[in-house]
């Protein structure tokens, strides 16, 4: 079965930390780009962060910038979402998915209609609550 697989996610208080993981089965991630997304209740869904296919170019918004930091590990078909600071405003649904390259901006992953993501994992709950 071809997936993508988030884990990691859970109750944590204000400053605390989390890492994420992204984990692919019946294909290799080496062969894409990765971006992380966030979907808070009513708010459209936040480019989080992305890592090219080598790992040398790791990218991230503003909001998390300094906060969180994204690896790869192709030997073990994983990419991480290591998560520190927390913030309240960070709580969401953070689900990882295979880009286009030309979709890892500066400033995080991009959605281009006009081309195809081939895989998107279900999502984590992260809460950061007190």
């Known amino acids: 079965q071809l997936q993508l697989v988030e884990s990691g996610g859970g109750l944590v208080q204000p400053g605390g930390s989390l890492r994420l993981s992204c984990k692919a089965s019946?294909?290799?991630?080496?062969?894409?780009?990765i971006g992380w997304w966030r979907q808070a209740p009513g708010k459209e869904r936040e480019g989080v962060s992305c890592i090219s296919l080598g790992g040398a170019s790791r990218n991230y918004a503003n909001s998390v910038k300094g906060r969180f930091t994204i690896s790869r590990d192709n030997a073990n078909n994983t990419v991480y979402l290591q998560m520190k600071s927390l913030k309240p405003e960070d709580t969401a649904i953070y689900l990882c998915?295979?880009?286009?390259?030309?979709?890892?901006?500066?400033?995080?992953?991009?959605?281009?209609?006009?081309?195809?993501?081939?895989?998107w994992g279900q999502g984590t709950q992260v809460t950061v609550s007190s």
């Open positions: 998915a295979t880009i286009p390259s030309s979709t890892c901006l500066s400033t995080g992953p991009v959605i281009r209609s006009t081309l195809v993501y081939d895989y």
């Open positions: 019946g294909f290799s991630l080496a062969r894409y780009a």
